[in-house]
């Protein structure tokens, strides 16, 4: 099946740095990426909705200046958490979907944990 | 916005059990995806179905358009059955974006 592969799969980083997430599809191209959050015990939650090439749509209440997300081909999307706190410290998961809403499944990532000291 | 109710929250079964989890939602849908998290956090994606039933392995999904509902049944339990299942449907009508419920925490004992 398809693959859907993210990098780095755990970071911990210092209250102030940034960190950059890649989430890749492997072996399909992707014409739209999600990116989703998790805290601990609580449902995925929908962050941005990427399309290879224009501006990501972020969710209401998603900060895109603190979220920043490039979906430079249709195979590879980044987010990078800007000058991050502890209340950023989740777990970070991506998708990829080949086709249209409704006619292809979305392909996730294993997933990134990210700690903020 | 779609709403969607798993159940039960957290299921204990013998290994060799059959195990029934439960979805329902609110709006109208294209498809219905089940979803399984390991422990690590990693989520695999195991059904997008839209009418009837699928089966893959140990694996069936059912889902009844008219009634808002979908089932995932496991046949002849396995511990590494644990998991969280999570149920996840189009936020509106033929959206893209889903939303999800908030899993059932299945632990298989052997």
């Known amino acids: 099946g398809a693959v859907v592969s993210q990098h780095p799969s755990w970071v911990i980083c210092k209250s102030g740095t940034s960190v950059k997430i890649e989430c890749r599809s492997l072996d399909f191209q992707a014409t739209t990426m999600f990116w989703y959050r998790q805290f601990p015990k609580q449902s995925l939650m929908l962050m941005a909705t990427?399309?290879?090439?224009?501006?990501?749509?972020?969710e209401q209440g998603v900060e895109k200046d603190k979220f920043l997300i490039n979906h430079a081909s249709l195979t590879l999307s980044t987010l990078t958490v800007t000058s991050a706190h502890p209340e950023d410290s989740s777990f970070y998961i991506c998708?990829?979907?080949?086709?249209?809403?409704?006619?292809?499944?979305?392909?996730f990532g294993p997933g990134t944990r990210l700690t903020v000291l | 916005k779609n709403e969607v109710e798993q159940s039960p929250q957290n299921l204990t079964a013998q290994e060799g059990e059959f195990i029934t989890i439960n979805c329902s939602y609110s709006?109208?849908?294209?498809?219905l995806h089940w979803l399984q998290q390991h422990p690590g956090g990693g989520i695999v994606s195991l059904f997008m179905?839209?009418?009837g039933k699928k089966k893959h392995g140990r694996l069936i999904a059912t889902i009844n358009i008219q009634e808002k509902h979908s089932s995932l049944h496991i046949t002849a339990s396995h511990p590494r059955d644990s998991a969280v299942y999570i149920c996840?449907?189009?936020?509106?009508?033929?959206?893209?974006?889903?939303?999800f419920g908030k899993g059932t925490k299945l632990t298989v004992n052997p």
């Open positions: 996840a449907v189009p936020a509106q009508g033929g959206s893209e974006k889903l939303v």
């Open positions: 998708s990829a979907q080949q086709g249209l809403a409704g006619t292809d499944t979305q392909y």
């Open positions: 990427s399309n290879e090439g224009s501006k990501a749509t972020y």
């Open positions: 179905l839209s009418s």
């Open positions: 709006v109208g849908i294209s498809a």
